[in-house]
């Protein structure tokens, strides 16, 4: 099931001035509380937005085995029946989707039986797949620095996440941490069902540097910009989550907004940086 990380990709056409993402996680499928209607709202947007792509990212099953947390009595399906049912779902997006990585819901049936239900899910689907997490290469458009033929690429790093947290910051401080361990210009993180989205600076030395007055070399230090984000959930209160006192599950799907300076969209913003992430939650 695991592997040592490398790094997948895609190229998308020179034309495209700016890509939508979109992460789907949580589904919970299985739940009695599960909300299709959001689901399908998420599948429609896709559908129907050009340029418009998403990763999966874990407990898309509810997967409720004996020997784990859940209401097994009030399980909709087997764990079977519910990959069965979201790769039908999925099916109609399947080119839209990059990549998969698994999450704690589905793990529990791989260390009971040692059997993969994402790894299914992703062969249906024919997309790459990593369970702990997945580094991903977007490059698309043209001109990049003004440069011909030079796409504009854009670093992504998605998994599903880890632990228990009560609070808002104590989950999304979870993004933050692995935004130190990986270089990506997007660091998503599920699992928690809350939303939240948080810029991160760092600074980039230039590879390029000069000689000064004093005859040493010296180059620039540049200022990069991270986007760390914790995603939505497709769960409605009740049953454990309200019996154990957490907060309802955010529902809200973020659209993740990769822009080039010749997007439509550049002009809404002050800041003019060479490529630049902007999410709408």
């Known amino acids: 099931m695991s592997n040592e990380l490398r790094w997948f990709g895609k190229v998308l056409p020179k034309e495209l001035t700016e890509v939508k993402l979109v992460i789907i996680s949580d589904l919970h499928y299985g739940n009695p509380y599960f909300s299709y209607n959001h689901l399908k709202r998420t599948i429609d947007f896709i559908k129907n937005n ?16 004996k020997t784990s947390k859940g209401e097994i ?37 791989y260390e009971s039986a040692g059997t993969d239900i994402t790894d299914y899910i992703a062969e249906k689907l024919n997309i790459p797949y990593r369970p702990e997490g997945m580094l991903y290469k977007l490059a698309f458009g043209d001109n990049n620095n003004y440069t ?16 228990g947290a009560r609070t808002k910051s104590s989950k999304s401080v979870k993004a933050e941490r692995a935004s130190n361990w990986v ?23 230039d590879n390029r540097g000069t000689i000064d007055n004093n005859g040493f070399l010296s180059g620039k230090v540049t200022a990069k910009r991270k986007m760390l984000v914790k995603t939505n959930a497709y769960l409605k209160w009740g049953g454990y989550a309200e019996t154990g ?11 993740i907004n990769l ?22 939650v």
């Open 73 to 109: 009595h009030k399980q909709v399906g087997s764990p079977d029946d519910q990959k069965k049912q979201v790769v039908e779902w999925l099916m109609p997006i399947k080119d839209y989707i990059l990549g998969t990585t698994t999450g704690n819901h589905e793990n529990r049936i």
């Open 259 to 280: 822009l080039t300076p010749y997007s439509k969209q550049w002009g809404l913003y002050p800041d003019k940086p060479c490529q630049a992430i902007k999410v709408s």
């Open 148 to 163: 011909e033929g030079k796409p504009f690429v854009f670093w992504l790093y998605i998994t599903h996440g880890y632990g």
């Open 183 to 205: 270089h990506a210009d997007l660091i998503a993180m599920s699992h928690d069902h809350v939303v939240n989205v948080a810029p991160d600076i760092y600074l980039m030395p």
């Open 50 to 65: 050009e340029n418009t792509y998403c990763f999966l990212n874990g407990d898309l099953c509810e997967s409720v085995i």
């Open 245 to 255: 006192g957490f907060p309802p599950s955010d529902l809200s799907t973020p659209v």
